[in-house]
């Protein structure tokens, strides 16, 4: 990282290109919410790609109104969540597709995927509303994706498990991961399903961002985070979450890191 360099980041539940209603919102709210945000990075989690209730290659309309090349979905799982699916074993994908995305206006030399394995079994999902309900479900894989930028910045994006103790197992296994992965600064984001203390305290790792973001309408808790491993000392970060968004269920947090200069 160059001294006097700021990047910007932020992260963001799709929710599959819906509304917090649950509604599809179309190609033009997800363009609407990439220039909102008008960040340098950008990692998203329930990302769709040809599914029939959004008919988008979604990750493809957010490079395209950030006008970059460089963006990259990774799958989880071939099919529908929440209907019929199996998971992603790499190779091409033909047919719909769900999973996460990272988008950068920033050179991408290298990208790197780690595999978490999910809960066995259907597991209760809380949903808010009026009155709030249950769904059962059945969990998915998830994934880590990580963007080595020119910049010397490593940025990875992942979503874990909403099953209790699932989400800290694979939380501990992204640590180690990024770990071995890190070479210089790196800043870790997404939807951990997690609170802030539990993941302070299984990674160490620096928060730059402090706010409640679930529900995105009246957020109680923070369950979408950035995080920073290895920050050069002096870096400043300026963190918030973003309202009003016309796509996800969740506040997205975007993220100013300055450098020292």
């Not at 769709?48 to 209730?53: K, M, S």
């Not at 490079?63 to 990259?72: P, V």
């Not at 597709?97 to 978490?116: D, E, K």
């Not at 998830?142 to 979503?159: E, M």
Request: neutral net charge.
């Amino acid at each position: 990282m160059r001294a006097g360099e700021n990047v910007r980041l932020a992260s963001l539940n799709l929710f599959s290109g819906r509304t917090a209603q649950g509604t599809a919102a179309g190609a033009q709210a997800l363009a609407a919410a990439a220039v909102t945000l008008d960040v340098d990075v950008l990692g998203c989690q329930e990302v769709d790609l040809g599914q029939d209730r959004s008919g988008l290659d979604q990750t493809a309309v957010l490079a395209a109104a950030l006008d970059t090349r460089w963006a990259r979905f990774e799958p989880t799982v071939l099919g529908t969540p929440g209907e019929t699916w199996v998971p992603y074993s790499g190779g091409p994908v033909d047919g719909p597709a769900y999973g996460i995305c990272l988008i950068s206006r920033l050179p991408v030399l290298t990208w790197h995927t780690l595999t978490l394995e999910p809960a066995r079994g259907r597991f209760p999902l809380p949903v808010p509303g009026r009155p709030p309900r249950l769904i059962w479900l059945k969990d998915e894989p998830r994934v880590a994706l990580a963007a080595r930028l020119a910049n010397g910045v490593t940025v990875v994006c992942t979503h874990l498990s909403f099953v209790p103790g699932v989400n800290v197992r694979q939380l501990r296994r992204l640590r180690t991961w990024v770990e071995e992965l890190a070479d210089g600064p790196v800043v870790v984001l997404g939807d951990f399903n997690l609170p802030p203390l539990p993941v302070r305290a299984l990674t160490g790792w620096a928060p730059l961002v402090n706010t409640p973001t679930f529900p995105g309408r009246r957020p109680g808790v923070q369950l979408d985070h950035v995080l920073g491993v290895g920050l050069p000392p002096g870096t400043r970060a300026r963190g918030e979450g973003v309202a009003d968004l016309p796509v996800g269920d969740h506040r997205a947090v975007r993220v100013v890191l300055d450098l020292p200069g």
